[in-house]
């Protein structure tokens, strides 16, 4: 279990399978738990040659984006990622699982590239002439499923990419520097190396261009921001939680609209106040995670933001937090199907195609359970809402119900209501017939 732990815990963080034969699981032995370090404890450095090549790059540059992934997280390297943006007066952006990692009311942050990015995440990192990808793996939804332009023109941008897994450096783009190293650590070299041969530098017509794109991105959300629709659209439902949230709670999310509009809109200050999936975005995960976030660190409000179908994945565990007592929110955005998928079989193929994705009964009536009364029958605090005014009192109780909560929101189903915005490009297979392809 020891080495199992420890191989979970160095270099590229992971799951750790231990296999056992059924008579060494019957066995007992005495054992002292925790007895000797079986891990190293000091941080991978670059070369300095590269760290030299990566500060020429950044000295140079007229348009420099630093990418900030999961590796950012797990390496604690937010302070020196703060640093180094500030230092050069590069753009940051963060991919899903880097959210978080930079303090996002930053003027130099740019919000996001990719497939559920924004427009000027996708205008910035598109227009780079060095980007620094630190601890990311440039994986589909970061980069507009690989599709040249839209996204990375890598190249001609010029790429460093620092990452602790070999593996990941030129897997996707072509680099100009790679450096395999923990990301504080190099981060660290950068800085001592830039502080040595310049001064703090300028760009003040590019942090205005950066600032004004932003602008232009939070404006083109302000319908759905502002919308007094009723039942309530997702992003003003999110736009009221992130006032009334402090800067160190704690948000989980796993999947759907939920996942996307998070990552799109809602700003995060603080590192690991974001806990969501990657790759695959996991339905199911935000229940019992949000369980052990909150044994974690009992004394920070977490609240798990997931969609109806998703909670029903793991509805179950709130028999666990009531048993237990762990006083977690969950706001379930009940929109009555998989909506994430309605909608885009809206955009491909029309509103006439979305097929298998709402939730209806028998009769063609909407069908939803009752999770309200699902919330009591568990023993948790429950109430539904379905107004944006109604969204900041409604929290106000749950949480101050020192119990498991639910908060049953009803969003809006109406499209493009239902959802969010689309910035990016996702790949989709759509038949030759609509397209007029042969």
């Known amino acids: 279990m020891e080495k199992a732990f420890n191989q979970m815990l160095t270099g590229r963080r992971g799951p750790v399978l231990i296999s056992l034969p059924m008579d060494v699981q019957s066995e007992s032995a005495d054992i002292e738990i925790g007895k000797g370090k079986r891990r190293a404890e000091s941080r991978t450095p ?19 984006v630093i990418l900030a992934g999961g590796g950012v997280i797990t390496s604690g390297a937010s302070t020196e990622l703060k640093e180094l943006a500030e230092f ?4 940051v952006l963060t ?9 996002e009311d930053q003027p130099l942050y740019a919000w996001h590239t990719g497939g559920k990015g924004t427009s000027c995440g996708n205008k910035i990192s598109n227009s780079a002439d060095v980007l620094v990808a630190a601890g990311c793996r440039f994986a589909d939804l970061t980069t507009s499923s690989y599709r040249k332009g839209v996204s990375f023109s890598i190249p001609p941008t010029k790429l460093v990419h620092i990452d602790i ?25 950068i800085l001592e190396k830039l502080k040595e041969a310049s001064k703090p530098l300028k760009r003040d017509t590019y942090v ?10 939070v404006q083109s959300m302000s319908e759905l921001r502002e919308s007094d629709k009723v039942p309530v659209t997702i992003s003003r439902f999110l736009k009221e939680l992130r006032e009334f949230l402090p800067r160190d709670g704690v948000v989980l999310t796993s999947s759907g609209h ?18 969501t999936t990657g790759g695959f975005s996991t339905m199911g995960f935000t229940v019992p995670a949000a369980l052990g976030v909150k044994l974690a660190a009992p004394e920070r409000p977490v609240i798990g933001v997931l969609g109806d179908g998703d909670f029903l994945m793991t509805v179950q565990e709130l028999a666990t937090a009531v048993q237990n007592n762990i006083p977690v929110v969950f706001a379930i955005l009940n929109n009555m199907g998989w909506l994430s998928i309605r909608d885009l079989q809206f955009d491909v193929f029309g509103k006439e195609r979305g097929i298998g994705t709402e939730f209806f009964s028998k009769d063609g009536d909407l069908y939803s ?4 009364a699902m919330a009591h029958a568990f023993g948790a605090y429950g109430e539904r809402i379905q107004k944006g005014e109604e969204v900041k009192p409604a929290l106000e109780r749950a949480f101050a119900s020192g119990r498991p909560a639910v908060i049953e929101v009803l969003v809006n189903r109406e499209h493009p209501y239902s959802g969010g915005k689309v910035a990016g490009w996702w790949d989709v297979p759509i038949p030759s017939y609509l397209t007029g392809s042969p």
Not at 369 to 372: A, I, S
Request: no cysteine; hydrophobic share 40%; glycine share 6%.
């Open 208 to 217: 205005e261009e950066i600032r004004s794109l932003k602008e232009e991105w």
């Open 369 to 372: 359970p009752d999770f309200t």
């Open 165 to 189: 897994d070999p593996g990941e450096i030129g897997k996707n783009y072509p680099v100009e520097v790679g450096i395999v190293g923990d990301v504080k650590a190099v981060m660290q070299q």
């Open 95 to 103: 991919t899903m699982m880097g959210k978080s990692s930079f303090p």
């Open 88 to 91: 050069v007066q590069a753009a």
């Open 258 to 275: 939920s996942q996307a509009q998070i990552l799109q809109e809602f700003p995060f200050y603080l590192p690991r106040t974001l806990i």
């Open 46 to 64: 670059g070369a300095s040659d590269e760290i030299d090549r990566v500060v020429d790059l950044l000295l140079k540059a007229k348009r420099p």
